[in-house]
């Protein structure tokens, strides 16, 4: 490759890819839990990209062609040598909405104020202890703002289980925040049985 | 138990509850829509699932960049000095000098050769001796060891310096080194960081010593060059490296998107590290008070 070619694919490759670096460190830090591990994989990231960057289709959406990169490389590096998959505690809210119709919680603390009175770190917490399928769908659909499509075509399965799981997700999400504001003397019912 | 709880709450179609969060993330089709906003009247459940799920969604968007991790600067100059490296040209011969044909250019390295031959002979008559008795290569001009050592570590970081002999047992290194011509003694510093290995290079007949250390995939490059190649001018640190050293022990820079260089002084070898880490992240590395 010439000096020129080399010179605009960097040129282009800093404009399409690299605004996303934060993006990825972020998801990579919740996928990996590791600093060390997060930085080593982002980087992982953008050489592959920078090297395969010739064959971005252009026009396409940049962020999410980074984040299949960091998916696929993140399942070569560290999954070879993780040894248990997640355990989803799924039952424990399976019937949270029904659960959380406490009059008492109701009346003193609506939706808006449980949530919004959660600290950034207690929120980011409660994300990070989701189960590893859970926190994905999460943190590409309400923090990197993809699509359902793109969210299947990163996840590798129909857009059904997208929707899904995201509905767990955030179900368990908000059991959590529930929680954190009953502790917090905020609602004062237990769960109705 | 599990059974009893079921039987109890009724738990809500996954499906239906499942469609109510597309609902709320505007990923609905007219139809889907449709039978949505009619579920939604029929039932109080999913009402209640909406108000919920409504609440969190819009806590999450709100505080999306507050909930991200900050990148860290370190981070961030790390993957742009690896994908600079990445993006270095590898030209070739032929792409460096496409004008001439090759029996053009024999014609060139022969004029060239014998220009410096003369010049070599007449300025530095004992140049004639390095040349016959040692079969090394004579070269006339210094080599800049600043700029080498951030060169060097480019192509390290890029994979196209590979390392000689890899090793994290510095005996085994120093053996390596002697026996490849490094005549003096090569330095391993006092440092928090992982020998990785080492390579020998050779410039106007000297050969030189070059270490890797790794640390939490951070790569510390170390140019070793010995007092005598610099007094006999095969090798130059530029005066400001060569002052600071002298003043004041070391001499420290950071050049954006290049690395940061540390320079300094160990028995009568000059080491020069270069790493992607900032300064103080450097610093930090060596017992300053052992070098």
């Known amino acids: 490759m010439h000096t020129e070619d080399i010179a605009r694919k960097r040129q282009e490759f800093e404009a399409e890819a690299m605004p996303h670096m934060q993006a990825l460190y972020n998801f990579a830090l919740r996928l990996c839990r590791d600093s060390e591990d997060a930085a080593d994989l982002v980087q992982e990231t953008f050489l592959k990209a920078f090297r395969f960057f010739d064959k971005f289709e252009r026009g396409t959406n940049c962020k999410a062609w980074l984040f299949r990169i960091l998916k696929n490389s993140y399942i070569n590096r560290y999954r070879k040598t993780s040894k248990e998959p997640d355990v989803v505690g799924y039952d424990v809210v399976e019937d949270f909405y029904e659960t959380i119709r406490d009059p008492n919680i109701a009346a003193s603390a609506p939706e808006e104020e449980v949530f919004s009175n959660a600290m950034d770190d207690v929120v980011a917490r409660a994300i990070e202890e989701l189960p590893e399928e859970f926190r994905t769908v999460v943190i590409l659909c309400d923090i990197e703002e993809f699509t359902y499509e793109e969210i299947a075509d990163f996840v590798d399965c129909p857009i059904g289980t997208v929707r899904s799981r995201l509905h767990r997700a955030r179900k368990m999400l908000a059991s959590r925040l529930y929680d954190y504001a009953r502790e917090r003397g905020y609602g004062s019912g237990e769960p109705a049985a | ?291």
């Not at chain 2, 040209?89 to 390295?109: G, H, M």
């Not at chain 2, 600043?146 to 192509?155: L, R």
């Not at chain 2, 003043?247 to 160990?266: C, N, P, Q, V």
């Open chain 2, 1 to 291: 138990m599990r059974k009893e709880r079921d039987m109890e709450y009724r738990p809500m179609n996954d499906d239906m509850a499942a469609r109510i969060t597309a609902f709320i993330d505007g990923a609905l089709g007219d139809e889907e829509r449709a039978q949505a906003t009619e579920e939604l009247q029929r039932s109080p459940r999913l009402q209640r699932q909406l108000d919920v799920e409504s609440a969190l969604v819009a806590t999450l968007r709100e505080r999306r960049d507050r909930l991200r991790a900050t990148l860290p600067p370190t981070v961030e100059r790390r993957v742009r000095m690896a994908v600079n490296a990445e993006a270095m040209p590898r030209k070739t011969f032929a792409e460096r000098y496409p004008a001439l044909s090759f029996w053009e250019w024999q014609r060139v390295i022969w004029a060239a050769s014998a220009i410096v031959l003369v010049a070599v002979l007449l300025l530095e008559p004992s140049a004639l001796r390095q040349l016959t008795g040692s079969g090394a290569v004579a070269t006339t001009a210094s080599l800049d060891v600043p700029t080498q050592s951030y060169a060097n570590f480019a192509s390290i970081l890029n994979g196209s310096l590979q390392l000689g002999k890899t090793t994290t047992d510095q005996q085994s290194l120093k053996a390596y080194f002697a026996s490849e011509g490094v005549d003096y003694d090569v330095q391993f510093p006092a440092i928090e960081a992982t020998l990785k290995g080492g390579v020998v290079s050779e410039h106007g007949g000297r050969k030189f010593a070059h270490l890797v250390y790794e640390r939490a995939g951070h790569t510390i490059y170390m140019f070793e060059v010995d007092q005598e190649s610099l007094d006999g001018k095969q090798a130059d640190l530029g005066q400001v490296v060569a002052d600071d050293i002298t003043h004041s022990r070391w001499h420290w820079e950071e050049r954006a998107d290049t690395g940061t260089l540390f320079a300094w002084k160990s028995n009568n070898v000059v080491c020069v590290a270069v790493s992607d880490l900032r300064t103080n992240e450097l610093s930090a590395l060596f017992d300053l008070q052992e070098l």
